[in-house]
């Protein structure tokens, strides 16, 4: 197991120190400096920032171990160690993370009122969560991690912002379902980490790699963690709690939960249940197929229903999840590398997405898909970037989440071509409903009689010169992100090279047992 | 009975006696240890509330004033759990003691669970909680490995610091006269600071992660599947999740709901809110560094079996 770690000079101490710190400092500024708050997440959001390129210099894209190793020592009674490290996988979840997090916290600068400091603490304890969850190498910490994020990141504090408008009763409904489906689903993971540790004695992955469980042992603990993370993907039945929990969290909220917390699912998977329990995985391939291929057919469908457009929104990252944990067990390096880009492409397409709606809604206060019509008569600029996005949306060739596709399509293609052609029809329909929304919104007749019923005339002058003000921000982060994912699109050779080493390691693990 | 039996009731005698007559394997006169021994066991049950003899329970804890009913939700576990540790080993006379345990574990986190969710004043699903969480112990108890009886101290020890945190904001808010749960609606636009502890104290009880709540209930999952018992482990799984509602019912109406006339809560005393402090903060930082308690308790575990 030694083998799988080396050392080095730089550690990853400094990059989750950085939220934390900046978590802690705004609980000694009153409330009334709320610029000063919000200056100092945002520094200490950007120092985050700067620190994964530099990681991303030093790493070392030809071996498979985890680099900048840490171990801290947590329990040493039960050799249940705090252990984190960066392979090629967790090191694009890294910078995603670190990535949005300015990006939210500027989104929120003007329109969170109430509970301005909370947001920002919030923001950047969920910031640590995840970039410690991105890089955590142990099961038991990856679980509670995960589990706190969930919990405490994306419930509680996003219904307190919303809390005293919108219609409430929904939102409560929303946040109980959100906490109570995801909790069901991830106990049962809560009890296959002890029977890991009743057999192995330590939760350390890096050991856990290396032994080798009885066949129908496997498939319990497999089918528990699949329990855990198929609430998370979402995967079919389960997958309600998405478009509630989306539509009733604030903008900057939908952001950061399109942007880590979905991939949560998939990335235990990939982290743990893949290298883990190869027997089992093999065995119930089909069963996760089934749901995905239902999954991506079935949402692409009903999204063309929706007339909310968050919801609309809300609903690609399942179609997407499905479509990824479809190349996860196809067990072809095709397929697993496949399936870590649209990954990351999905923590930036929907963010965006998210985004041109917010401006949307700060604009109008309604998301209803019936009041827009003709918007680019009136705002050029904001259809330009929502076309990109929604291309993106809707995998075209040029974008990054193509890439990810395609060789998804390929690793399933060699295994079972059934589902790769059904996972294909349900982009086709992906595409539709991505078109649909955009062209409701964007082209046809300008509908003068709403939009002036809910804003006058001189309301929307102003509301059109804060953007350029305050929000031009905003249209300049859509624009980064823009930019980021016709790079990723066009220039794709940068992100595989540092994953083709530990996807090969995890397909050769997968074929050996 | 056990002292007309054995003319002993000192308990190194006792277990002298019980070896030998376990070796010696003689039936009929075993029938009065065997009878005294589930009278003790099952007077034990009474008193820290487990599930068929629970009845007293939530009336008792919602008629008395605040302090008393801390006092008994907390003092007779502690002490009842020690005792019937020490019981227990000495006189672990046949299997059939753990199977009434396990039945009586599964029972009082079903219930404490799903009743607790018809509750609709403060300190009654308290009390019902407190009967799950006994359930948790006793699962705890009832495997009978040194990991058992160190999840058990574990256990007892973070509900201490729980329960006394619960109950010492609910005087806090007494002081106006609360009773029912609505009327807690909007404690946290009057006084969030209070609003957040409770619900702190309220998310640790259900067992949320970073809290040390979750600390009890994974150590008690794992001695309870490390001795076998692996229906109680799921049973006790599932009825978790159940009973995250309840608590997250209370959270909400904390937060989220408007009460039909807005109630202003006193500001609490010092002392109350130093041992508030002392006790989250307890709860909230013991997830990153768990392992003073989990030694202390495995020594403690280990002491007791020698």
């Keep these: 197991m030694l083998e799988h770690i080396s050392y080095s000079d730089l550690n990853l101490r400094f990059l989750l120190l950085c939220p934390v710190l900046g978590s802690i400092t705004p609980l000694f500024i009153p409330n009334s400096r709320i610029r000063l708050i919000r200056w100092i997440g945002l520094c200490a959001s950007l120092i985050t920032f700067l620190y994964p390129p530099v990681l991303r210099i030093q790493f070392d894209p030809s071996t498979a171990k985890s680099q900048f190793v840490e171990r801290l020592r947590w329990l040493p009674y039960e050799n249940i160690h705090y252990s984190i490290g960066i392979d090629g996988v967790s090191l694009f979840f890294v910078i995603l993370t670190t990535l949005l997090i300015p990006i939210c916290i500027s989104v929120g600068w003007s329109s969170i009122r109430h509970f301005g400091k909370e947001y920002i603490i919030a923001f950047l304890i969920r910031e640590f969560l995840m970039i410690a969850v991105s890089c955590m190498l142990d099961p038991l910490l990856f679980y509670v991690l995960s589990e706190s994020q969930f919990r405490f990141g994306a419930t509680p504090y996003s219904t307190i912002i919303i809390g005293v408008w919108g219609s409430r009763q929904r939102k409560i409904k929303a946040a109980y379902q959100f906490f109570l489906y995801t909790s069901l689903g991830s106990v049962f993971m809560l009890l296959a980490i002890p029977l890991i540790l009743l057999q192995t004695g330590t939760t350390d992955l890096l050991i856990l790699l290396t032994t080798s469980f009885s066949e129908r042992r496997q498939m319990i603990l497999w089918i528990a963690s699949f329990a855990s993370f198929a609430v998370k993907v979402p995967m079919v039945p389960v997958h309600i709690w998405l478009p509630e929990a989306h539509v009733e969290a604030p903008t900057a909220g939908s952001v950061i939960l399109a942007g880590i917390p979905l991939k949560l699912g998939t990335h235990g998977f990939l982290r743990f249940s893949i290298p883990m329990f190869p027997e089992a995985t093999l065995c119930s391939t089909p069963f996760i197929y089934t749901p995905s291929a239902i999954a991506i057919i079935y949402t692409s469908s009903t999204t063309s229903r929706q007339i909310d457009l968050k919801k609309i929104i809300a609903y690609s990252p399942v179609a997407h999840m499905n479509l990824v944990t479809i190349g996860m067990s196809s067990r072809a390096a095709a397929g697993i590398g496949g399936s870590i880009l649209p990954m990351s492409s999905h923590g930036l397409v929907p963010p965006a997405l998210f985004l041109c709606v917010g401006v949307l809604y700060d604009r109008h206060k309604t998301r209803l898909a019936r009041y827009y019509g003709g918007l680019v008569s009136t705002m050029p600029n904001l259809p330009t970037i929502s076309f990109s996005s929604t291309l993106a949306n809707m995998s075209s060739p040029g974008t990054s989440s193509f890439i990810g596709e395609f060789s998804i399509s390929v690793g399933a293609f060699q295994r079972n071509s059934l589902v790769a052609t059904l996972a294909a029809l349900g982009m086709i329909l992906g595409a539709a409903y991505s078109l649909f929304l955009y062209n409701r919104v964007v082209s046809g007749n300008c509908k003068p009689y709403f939009l002036h019923q809910f804003s006058d005339p001189n309301g929307r002058e102003v509301s059109f010169f804060i953007p350029f003000i305050v929000g031009g921000a905003t249209v300049r982060l859509i624009a980064s992100l823009l930019t980021l994912l016709v790079r990723m699109g066009v220039h794709p050779k940068v992100f595989p090279d540092c994953m083709h080493t530990s996807v090969g390691n995890l397909v050769q693990h997968g074929q050996f047992h | ?306």
């Excluded at chain 2, 009878?35 to 008193?47: R, Y």
């Excluded at chain 2, 009913?69 to 227990?88: E, G």
């Excluded at chain 2, 753990?98 to 029972?107: K, V």
């Excluded at chain 2, 799903?114 to 407190?130: D, I």
């Design chain 2, 1 to 306: 009975m056990i002292y007309g039996s054995t003319g002993a009731t000192h308990f190194d005698q006792l277990a002298k006696i019980f070896t030998s007559i376990s070796i010696s394997a003689s039936g009929a006169q075993s029938s009065g240890i065997f009878m005294g021994i589930l009278f003790i066991a099952v007077g034990s049950l009474f008193k820290i509330t487990a599930v068929p003899l629970h009845m007293w329970a939530p009336d008792i804890y919602e008629g008395s004033p605040t302090p008393v009913t801390a006092f008994l939700s907390l003092a007779p576990k502690i002490s009842i759990s020690a005792n019937m540790s020490r019981v227990s080993m000495v006189g672990s006379y046949g299997g059939t003691l753990q199977q009434i345990f396990f039945f009586c574990s599964i029972a009082s986190m079903i219930l404490g669970a799903v009743a607790a969710m018809a509750q609709t004043k403060v300190k009654r699903p308290l009390a019902h909680s407190s009967i799950g969480h006994v359930g948790y112990i006793r699962t705890g108890f009832s495997c009978g490995t040194i990991e058992g009886i160190q999840a058990l101290l574990i256990y007892i020890l973070i509900y201490a610091s729980m329960t006394i945190d619960a109950f010492a904001i609910v005087p806090a808010l007494r002081q106006t006269r609360v009773k029912y749960i609505s009327e807690l609606g909007a404690l946290a636009k009057t006084n969030p600071i209070s609003a957040i502890t409770f619900s702190i104290t309220m998310f640790s009880y259900a067992g949320i992660p970073p809290l040390a709540g979750f600390c009890s209930k994974f150590y008690m999952f794992f001695a309870a599947l490390g001795c076998g018992a692996y229906f109680l482990a799921l049973v006790g799984v599932v009825t978790s999740v159940i009973g995250r509602f309840n608590y997250i019912r209370i959270a909400k109406r904390m937060f989220f709901d408007r009460p039909r006339t807005w109630i202003l809560f006193k500001p609490m005393d010092r002392d109350k809110s130093i041992l508030l402090a002392m006790t989250s903060s307890f709860i909230t930082s013991s997830f990153p560094y768990p392992s003073p308690l989990f030694d202390l308790t495995h020594q403690m575990a280990l002491s007791s079996y020698l």
